[in-house]
């Protein structure tokens, strides 16, 4: 099946920093999905891109489906300590149901 | 909040038994996704249903069975439980159209197998 690789897996910065990380995949995917997840608790949906060369903004967060539609890229902006978490990128694989591939997840950890 | 809940939020058993999750969807929402999700690891497929019937399967064996509801909600059935099915169990739901690729996650249901 089709696999998504993510980086970096982990990040360690200071509060007030911007934080970049990306999604590759050998193959296209036709859309792109973001969550950020807290221990314990669910996947929640940070931003959801639809179109190839989409750029995207929710608050201080900015999502790009890239041109090739085999990569997409997530940017916080201004780091906050509310910001911890694991990053996953997600896509619906192309045939049959909507499953979605899930990366490996970026953990990002913010010194104050 | 999605509106997407699951119950319940933890669960102990033991190997062997047989265990029933459930999930109530989003407004709106007729296809639900049940992902397991054991540690440090991301968000594995099991199944989808849309409108009650299976819509798709991953590498999960039978004993994982599910339903889907004629309003949408959904369980997640598994029997003769093992160590490894300790996990953290998500449903997830979407709406019709384009909106189907965008997946929204419940809480998730901590099932501990001892």
């Known amino acids: 099946g089709q696999q998504l690789n993510q980086s970096p897996q982990s990040m360690f910065i200071q509060e007030g920093e911007d934080v970049s990380m990306n999604c590759t995949s050998s193959?296209?995917?036709?859309?792109w999905l973001w969550y950020k997840q807290d221990p314990g608790e669910g996947p929640v949906l940070l931003i959801a891109?639809?179109?190839?060369?989409e750029l995207t903004s929710n608050g201080r967060l900015t999502a790009q489906f890239g041109i090739t539609r085999k990569d997409s890229f997530l940017n916080i902006s201004a780091s906050i300590p509310s910001d911890v978490g694991i990053y996953f990128c997600?896509?619906?694989?192309?045939?049959?149901?909507?499953?979605?591939?899930f990366g490996q997840g970026t953990r990002l950890t913010i010194n104050p | 909040e999605t509106g997407v809940t699951q119950s319940p939020t933890h669960l102990i058993k033991t190997r062997g038994q047989q265990v029933t999750l459930r999930c109530s969807s989003q407004?709106?929402?007729?296809?639900v996704s049940w992902y397991q999700q054991a540690l440090g690891q991301g968000p594995q497929f099991i199944f989808q249903?849309?409108?009650?019937?299976?819509?798709g399967r991953g590498n999960f064996p039978p004993r994982f069975s599910g339903l889907q509801f004629p309003n949408y909600s959904s369980e997640l059935n598994v029997n003769a439980l093992e160590l490894d099915d300790s996990a953290l169990y998500l449903c997830?739901?979407?709406?019709?159209?384009?909106?189907?690729?965008?997946?929204?996650f419940g809480p998730g249901t901590r099932l501990t197998v001892l």
């Open positions: 997600a896509g619906p694989e192309l045939q049959g149901a909507q499953k979605l591939v």
């Open positions: 193959s296209i995917f036709n859309t």
């Open positions: 891109l639809y179109k190839a060369g």
């Open positions: 407004s709106g929402h007729n296809t």
């Open positions: 249903y849309y409108r009650e019937e299976e819509n």
């Open positions: 997830a739901t979407a709406g019709g159209g384009r909106a189907r690729d965008t997946q929204y």
